[in-house]
């Protein structure tokens, strides 16, 4: 544990690189929680209770222990919980939801001696004299990697991703042991199969840990949006960059959620923006930035500007996909849960039988994320009861678990990217038609 001088914690920590060192740090993730289920017990004893397994291991204490543990991890460990939680939290019990969403905001940082040994492996040994000023503390740290700012050798202002040590290798180990620990814990829900979900997690993370990878895809979505004044990309630096560095451009601005203080005219005109890029990305470049951390846009004041950063967790759809969601999307629009059911069907959902009250449940829940588009108005997030209603249904299709099954992958991670547009719609307290957004590609 890195500290300054005055002893205190300065909130880095450092990243266990072996899979001797992570497979150790997930077996006392385990022991902790076991131990926090004996104490708990002993106490609900000496209290004259008779104590259940769930009700002591879903501690306040257990909670702050799996979560730091998987924090300090970092890479693939951090990065389930973070799917977990966004992507099946509605249907995972809301014990195992709420420790699985710190994970989404509770990220340190590499202690300085491991970060110089990074930098050494990408750059050699002299890898100081290329930079100017380069700043230990990052700006900001995420589960794969974290931000520094610097000069580069021809003077202007950057900044380097850093990948986390050991993350790249220990994606398929991390993935199959908190998957393990979730299953010995119980807390997911009996027949709930999420292997194929977990086996497209380590082909999406190891896209994640190559940054060559990732700055292709920031160069693809530059190139579209070269010409569209709402938006700003940093810029690669193709000759400063390796597999676990990413060199590029310093784009700086004030956090997006910062927008709620302006008038609601440029509230919706920001979010309006970033909704018809969302459309645009799926229906017609089939190529999606999934990850909806907030922190991934930026504003910028005196222009108006969206700073879009972080595309490493961009995805590509098939044509097949896109076809049947327009599909979807249509019979939505129209009414029509015949057609509906037929379009889901396809894209993999779980239906059920025809006239099933299951089936009618999934439906629902459909024609709920699909609400904002369904008519010709400027829906108001702030006024809506879209999350509150999801949750009512999702406590409804727990009953039916036989039927439920994990959703179709490419829907997970487009819906993981609707819910953080509309999570942000909200917390922006913005109207957006986007009925007349989506006609683009539906007429």
């Known amino acids: 544990m890195a500290r300054n001088n005055k002893g205190k914690d300065d ?17 006392r993730i385990a022991g902790g929680v076991a131990g926090g289920m004996l104490a708990e017990g002993s106490r609900q004893l000496r209290a004259g209770k008779r104590p259940r397994a769930r009700d002591m291991l879903l501690t306040p204490g257990n909670a702050r222990r799996v979560a730091e543990q998987l924090s300090t991890m970092r890479g693939a460990a951090m990065k389930v919980g973070q799917i977990l939680s966004m992507d099946t939290g509605e249907f995972l019990p809301r014990e195992l939801a709420d420790i699985l969403a710190r994970l989404r905001d509770d990220a340190r940082y590499m202690p300085a001696q491991q970060l110089q040994s990074v930098m050494r492996d990408a750059y050699g040994e002299d890898w100081e004299t290329l930079f100017y000023d380069f700043e230990m503390k990052p700006l900001a740290a995420a589960s794969i990697g974290e931000v520094h700012r610097t ?38 829900p009996e027949g709930l199969d999420i292997q194929p979900l977990l086996e497209d997690a380590k082909c999406q993370l190891k896209d994640e840990a190559d940054y060559l990878k990732e700055a292709k895809y920031l160069q693809a979505f530059g190139d579209l949006l070269r010409d569209d004044p709402r938006f700003l990309l940093p810029e690669v630096l193709p000759e400063l960059t ?81 076809n049947n969601y327009k599909k979807l999307a249509r019979a939505a629009i129209a009414g029509d849960k015949g057609k509906m059911a037929a379009a889901a069907g396809r894209l993999g959902f779980s ?27 400027d829906y108001d997030f702030a006024r809506s009861s879209m999350a509150r209603d999801l949750s009512a ?10 039927f439920w099954r994990a959703p179709p992958i490419d829907a997970v991670y487009f819906h993981r990217k609707v819910a953080g547009m509309y999570l942000l719609a909200t917390r922006l307290k913005t109207r957006v038609n986007i009925h007349r957004l989506v006609q683009r590609w539906l007429a």
């Open 11 to 27: 909130g880095s920590r450092a990243v266990p690189t072996s899979r001797a060192s992570r497979f150790a740090r997930m077996a």
């Open 151 to 188: 000069i580069s050798p021809d003077g202007r202002e950057i900044v380097l991703k850093v990948q986390y040590p050991g993350v790249a290798d220990s994606i398929d180990s991390d993935v199959d042991n908190i998957a393990g620990l979730l299953r010995l814990s119980g807390l997911l």
């Open 242 to 322: 390796h597999r676990n560095v990413l060199a590029m451009t310093y784009a700086a601005g004030s956090p997006i959620d910062s927008v709620v203080d302006l008038p609601q005219a440029e509230r919706d005109r920001v979010m309006t923006a970033l909704i018809e890029l969302m459309l645009l990305e799926l229906f017609e470049l089939r190529m999606v930035q999934t990850d909806p951390n907030f922190a991934n846009y930026q504003y910028r004041r005196n222009t108006g500007e969206i700073v879009l950063l972080d595309f490493g967790a961009t995805r590509r759809f098939k044509a097949g996909f896109v």
């Open 351 to 377: 239906m059920g039988e025809a006239d099933s009250q299951y089936r009618e449940l999934v439906l629902e829940v459909l024609m709920l994320v699909l609400e904002p588009l369904r008519t010709d108005v």
């Open 393 to 402: 249904l999702a406590e409804e299709v727990r009953d039916y678990r036989d």
